[in-house]
């Protein structure tokens, strides 16, 4: 099968990580429902690359299940900050050298903090981007630990 070769995956080929790649054709805005969708698998499994930046315009990284949102409330809390917000794209993008919609936790420009919702380690394999628009990998959740230096989290909530 023929796949892009992203940053995402020379990194996880330089780390020596099993991965399947999964095409699907990318929707404008059809987010994690689209994906799931398309590729025949529980939306719960796609885990979402979301790019946040505290009160003070520190970026990091959530990793959180496709049908769930991120408290934000909970988030700053947790990491002892005043407030946490999404990233605009652009600055999004500086920060992690792909396009939204595209983002990978793997091999990101910008060295930031990696937080995930515990509850993905529940799951037998996930579905996370790849670097590129429609394309995600298919990998053992546990890689997450051996590959990103991440902080388990709970701020997940209902969609």
């Known amino acids: 099968m023929d796949f892009p070769i992203t940053q995402a995956v020379r990194f996880l080929r330089e780390k020596k990580v ?9 929707i404008e ?6 994906s799931a969708r398309q590729l025949g698998v529980d939306e719960h499994a796609v885990v979402k690359t979301l790019i946040f930046e505290t009160n003070e315009k520190k970026p990091l990284i959530v990793l959180m299940h496709g ?10 809390r947790h990491i002892g900050v ?8 652009e600055r999004a993008s500086k920060h992690t050298g792909y396009l939204v919609g595209g983002t990978s936790p793997f091999g990101t420009r910008t060295a930031m903090p990696v937080y995930v919702e515990a509850s993905v380690f529940e799951l037998d394999k996930i579905y996370i981007n790849g670097g590129k628009r429609g394309f995600l990998v298919e990998i053992d959740p546990e890689v997450l630990k051996t590959v990103l230096k991440l902080e388990e989290v709970s701020v997940g909530i209902e969609n």
Not at 19 to 26: Q, T
Not at 82 to 89: G, H, I, L, Q
């Open 18 to 26: 099993e991965f399947v790649p999964r095409l699907y054709d990318y």
């Open 29 to 34: 805005k059809g987010g994690t429902g689209e």
């Open 67 to 76: 049908d769930r949102l991120v408290s934000t409330k909970n988030l700053a």
């Open 82 to 89: 005043k407030s946490v917000e999404p990233a605009r794209p």
